[in-house]
């Protein structure tokens, strides 16, 4: 059992039907402490990547940035920016296969998270949905069952999410609400935990 280009496009669509229906949630949190726009970039994205799925080459890195190039010809966000970053390092790592097992997928999430701390100029600790990646990695460390992984994923995820509710963002536009931010979710945090929510459906 392993990852492959279908299981990548089952995975997105599952996905881009979950942000149809937590657009106007994560609008909502966003708008806390931002533009109040998250949904609708997630809607977008999801929406561009859709159009792609029924053509996904066999090479599973191929197939991952192709579907960065459908994100980035639809918005060009903080966000789907780092949304794409993540995909275009997993793309890196899986280039050459048309299989990848799913004991990398720690590794994968552990890629995603240092690419978009670079681009993001971010750190661990800065309540972003990095801190959320980093939880979700450790969680899948040394896992090579799909449901095994998605299960530990989805609670370690909701332990930072938990973990960070009551410290400052420091990171973007956030960060000029800090105090304003304590005690509330991130919003980024949230859009990754309902993709997980998507995949697990």
Do not use: H
């Not at 973007?172 to 304003?180: L, P, T, Y």
């Amino acid at each position: 059992m392993a990852l492959t280009s279908k299981e990548l496009a089952e995975g997105f669509a599952l996905v881009a039907a979950k942000m149809e229906t937590s657009g106007d949630e994560l609008n909502a949190l966003d708008a806390q402490i931002g533009d109040g726009d998250l949904g609708v970039t997630m809607i977008r994205i999801s929406r561009g990547v859709s159009e792609v799925l029924d053509d996904l080459p066999d090479d599973v890195g191929m197939a991952f940035m192709k579907c960065v190039q459908a994100i980035t010809k639809v918005s060009g966000s903080s966000y789907a920016t780092l949304v794409a970053t993540a995909l275009m390092s997993a793309a890196k790592a899986c280039k050459g296969r048309d299989q990848v097992p799913w004991s990398e997928v720690s590794a994968l999430l552990n890629g995603a998270a240092v690419a978009m701390m670079a681009r993001g100029k971010s750190e661990l600790g800065d309540k972003t949905v990095i801190d959320a990646l980093d939880g979700a990695r450790a969680a899948a460390d040394g896992l090579d069952d799909p449901a095994e992984i998605l299960a530990a994923v989805a609670a370690a995820v909701d332990g930072v999410i938990e973990t960070m509710r009551d410290k400052p963002n420091r990171v973007g536009r956030a960060r000029i609400w800090a105090e304003k931010s304590v005690g509330l979710d991130d919003p980024g945090m949230i859009a990754f935990r309902r993709m997980i929510d998507g995949l697990a459906q």
